[in-house]
C-alpha cells in the first residue's frame, strides 16, 4: 500500500510559480507511475500530468504544456509538480495518485492510490 501526501500549494499571482510535492510512503514507490490531478469547483477532477516509473516518459494536459514539469526523486520517494506561469483558471485543488501497472496514463480510473489534496489558487 501507498499514502500520499501533497504540500506546496498556496495563494500566487497571475504570471507566478508553485512547485508541489508529493510524498509517497512505502519501499514500492519506485515501482509506481505517478500522476497529477486537479478539480476546479462545481467541475470534475482532471488530469494535469503524469510520469513513468522509470521517469523517462511524461505526458500532459494540452493546457499545461510548456507551463508544468512533472519529476521524480526515487530516493526521496518524492513527486514534484513545478508549474510556472500561473492562471487564475489553473486554480484547484490538486492531487497527486499512484499507479502500480501504468506508464503515465491520464485516465483517474487507472490510479489505486490518492493524496488528501493541496489548495492552488491564482489571483488576477
Known amino acids: 500500500q501507498v499514502q500520499l501526501v501533497e504540500s506546496g500549494g498556496g495563494l500566487v499571482q497571475a504570471g507566478g510559480s508553485l512547485r508541489l510535492s508529493c510524498a509517497a510512503s512505502g519501499r514500492t514507490f519506485g515501482s509506481y507511475a505517478m500522476g497529477w490531478f486537479r478539480q476546479a469547483p462545481g467541475k470534475e477532477r482532471e488530469f494535469v500530468a503524469a510520469i513513468s516509473v522509470s521517469g523517462s516518459s511524461t505526458n500532459y494536459q494540452d493546457s499545461v504544456r510548456g507551463r508544468f514539469t512533472i519529476s521524480r526523486d526515487d530516493a526521496k520517494n518524492t513527486v514534484y509538480l513545478q508549474m510556472n506561469s500561473l492562471k487564475p483558471e489553473d486554480t484547484a485543488v490538486y492531487y497527486c495518485?499512484?499507479?502500480?501497472w501504468g506508464s503515465g496514463r491520464s485516465s483517474l480510473v487507472a490510479y489505486e492510490y490518492w493524496g488528501q489534496g493541496t489548495q492552488v489558487t491564482v489571483s488576477s
Open positions: 495518485a499512484a499507479d502500480r
